[in-house]
């Protein structure tokens, strides 16, 4: 079958599709046309508004975050503000493209209105989030960069949206948080404060010279130079154990410099105690035995002479 009789049959069976079309509508030849015009020239229109829209809200939200990272913004409102414009420009975006195919914005509104009520009562931690986020970014408990505990977990602020916070963990991990209960619950914030305390518990052998041990150690805090004179270093005995006497140590550095301070003295520790005559115990019992008790024992034992 050639090309000129498949067009004949697709024009038979579209008079046949018109004519079904003016007896089911009472609408003529000229007006279905006009109206799958019409309709073609809508839902095209739709279409290019939703493509345009998105790609123009993405880039306007692009230039706004580039705009307040020129005006030294807090990083955490940038994330915040870019997100919640993304969401409200693709919002009015689909309103539009969808009264441009003719529904009526009053009828819509309505609708979204009653959707809204309903979607609102369905999603009501979604919103506590979105409250919480604000609240984040109004008090600031936490910025993007502070190492925070929260909900029991620990990590990098890495990023603050609309509903959730993103942490980083030291191995590199990805936690994301719901600002909701982090607003509502406790927060650690590790790096807000300039500087931090490092607490040690060292612990040497019963009867090593327990003044030797404070000596030993405020040298080697004097000789850190991460390590501040003020607040003044502290050096005490914390315990005598089971096995060993604990001795506490506290000193305090700049928060970048605390997992350093703390690491270095734990080496120092170790290579040097030995060479100061102080030694590392390790975990002992002492067994005391009754005399007179094994000679019983031993006198019950003995073989009778026969």
Do not use: C
Request: no cysteine; aromatic share 12%; glycine share 8%.
């Amino acid at each position: 079958m050639n090309y000129l009789a498949l067009s004949k049959i697709y024009f038979k069976n579209t008079q046949l599709m018109l004519h079904y079309f003016d007896e089911l509508f009472g609408m003529q030849k000229g007006a279905i046309f006009a109206l799958i015009v019409g309709v073609g020239i809508k839902l095209l229109m739709a279409i290019t508004i939703f493509i345009v829209g998105f790609w123009l809200s993405k880039f306007l939200v692009k230039t706004v975050k580039r705009l307040m990272n020129k005006a030294n913004l807090d990083a955490g409102l940038i994330s915040f503000m870019g997100s919640m414009i993304n969401i409200i420009l693709k919002i009015l975006v689909i309103i539009t493209a969808i009264t441009q195919v003719g529904v009526q914005m009053t009828s819509f509104v309505a609708i979204l209105g009653a959707a809204g009520l309903a979607i609102g009562l369905a999603f009501s931690g979604t919103l506590s989030n979105f409250a919480g986020g604000v609240m984040i970014l109004f008090f600031k408990p936490f910025k993007v960069g502070d190492f925070i505990d929260s909900q029991s977990v620990q990590g990098t602020v890495s990023e603050i949206q609309i509903f959730n916070t993103y942490l980083t963990t030291p191995d590199n991990k990805i936690i994301i948080l719901p600002n909701g209960p982090v607003a509502n619950g406790n927060i650690i914030n590790f790096t807000k404060a300039q500087t931090r305390r490092v607490d040690w518990k060292i612990g040497i052998a019963y009867g090593d010279d327990m003044k030797k041990a404070r000596e030993v150690l405020t040298k080697f805090i004097e000789e850190d130079p991460k390590i501040l004179k003020d607040p003044a270093p502290f050096i005490g005995l914390g315990e005598l154990a089971n096995s060993s006497v604990s001795i506490t140590v506290r000193a305090w550095t700049s928060v970048e410099d605390y997992w350093e301070v703390f690491f270095a003295m734990n080496e120092r520790v170790y290579n040097e105690f030995g060479d100061n005559g102080l030694n590392f115990p390790f975990p002992q019992m002492d067994v005391h035995f009754d005399k007179e008790y094994l000679e019983n024992r031993k006198s019950k034992n003995k073989p009778e002479d026969k």
